[in-house]
């Protein structure tokens, strides 16, 4: 018998640390439901879908940008930290969101973003009016251009979204004058981390969250706030996003120590916010570092520091049970080295989606993305792999991080023109990488509604293509079968056998070679990567995502079942 699903905070007195195990909703608000049929979702979209994400059984939301923001990348360049963006509500509509969310047992994380602001924040405003040298100019990175006339960029950096990390200015007289670093667009200029004001700043920021009823942060380019004094060349040709995998599955040539990403240094601005989230109750922060290997990473979480991060190792792992089986192994050693849970991820806003992602053996690099020229997904496959992984990761013990979409089964687009393509990577490589557009599409809700059930309107601020019809929510809801019916059982019988604060022990002796198999409490979870079926072992059939297997019956290719034994 399933439990009946939890309506409050019955596990979050202070101390439980909820965090540990909870299931992390991502809503790229944008995407997810419009409210006022703009096109663009909106807070108000997101309090009226609420019951829908507490049916899918999940403990807490974590909405991408929220704040003010001229929308440059899509919110992460922010212009006012303090406040809503109108584009998405008001701080009425924040409140509101929190309240309401709060009645479902369910918390809202909001998204920081320290190392960079807008172009359009106040102080970067300031900063241009201001002299060379002035307090104003000493909260970001401006220095002067090498050559005669300081006409070359201070130091060879790139942009993660490509071209140079710098941009020169004119200044307030008129004259060519310094430059700024942007680690990303030129529209986000980075702050200076060694500087107090700035601290004192994002200090406050945080509490004015936190006072608002915020269950934490995400924490936008965690790794990168810290440059090397002096900003010195980087030595090979290693700026993007942060090391992650290649196309060929080997990591990336890199620089170690590198000039700006996950230096010492940050390790004390992650300590003193560890301390502002701990005046208040029962808060959370999860790092976003790009960081390897894992040893590496886990230093973000160390008891003073962070409480997560995400495990983007598990994410750049191809559909392989030996690699798989390995990361699962890596990751659960060093988080638990240094006593925080290893996390879960498959999706977000800057990945290809799973659904997608695993149906090719090559996966572009990360931030690249899939356009119409590239070779097109075998949708079956990717669905049904897509299906696997996610009942694979909710098997696992820890917190998990589920992208909205994903439990709709929901692929990349992968045919978007360019002339509607709008993420700073398309533009600042002339095309050549298409970006993350693909994977941050309204989602659908009704199949037979304009824009799918997103908007009223039929706006849509990307298009959607014809095929999400067949993934609305709607569609799926009391289906058996559908991704989104698997996804709400996976999470009822993770929270019943609290699997979150389980262990793993491999249990491969009952599969054959090609499968794999491990217990977390009372559940086998059973994961086929050959391509032949075998019969499963003994046991009270849980979930699975085969459709019409039965207790002791064969478990086909790329499928999962979960089993009591
Ligand atoms: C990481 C965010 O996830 C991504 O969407 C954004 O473009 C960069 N940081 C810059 O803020």
Redesign the pocket.
Known sequence: MLLPMQTTFTESKPGAEWWRSAVIYQIYPRSFADGNGDGIGDIPGITSRLDSLAELGIDAIWCSPLTKSPQK??G?DVSDYRDIEPLFGTLQDFDELVAKAGERGIRIIMDL?P??SSEEHGWFKEALAAKPGSAARNRYMFRDGKGENGELAPNNWES?FGGPAWTRITEADGTLGQWYLHI?DKS?PDFNWENPEVMEEFDSVLRFWLDRGAAGFRI??AHGLVKEEGLPDVVLNDSTMGGQQGPDDKPKDRVSPHPFWGREGVHEINRRWRKVLDEYEDRAMCA?AWVMPLSRMATWVRPDEYHQTFNFAFLDTPWDKQKLQAVIDESIEEFSNVGAPPTWVLS???VIRHATRLSYDQVPKQGDGIGPDYEQPDEAKGLRRGRAASALMLGLPGGAYVYQGEELGLPEHTTLEGSVRQDPTYFRTNGERVG?DGCRVPIPWTASEPAFGFSKTGETWLPQPESFKNYARAAQEGVVGSTLELYKSLLQVRKQYALGNGSLQWRNDLVPAGAFAFQNGPVLVVVNFTNEPFALPAGELLVTTQLGLAAEGHLEADQVAWIRA
Request: hydrophobic share 30%; no cysteine.
């Open positions: 990348d899509a992460y973003v190392n960079h993660v990303f986000q936008d380019v976003e977000n806003h800057d993350r």
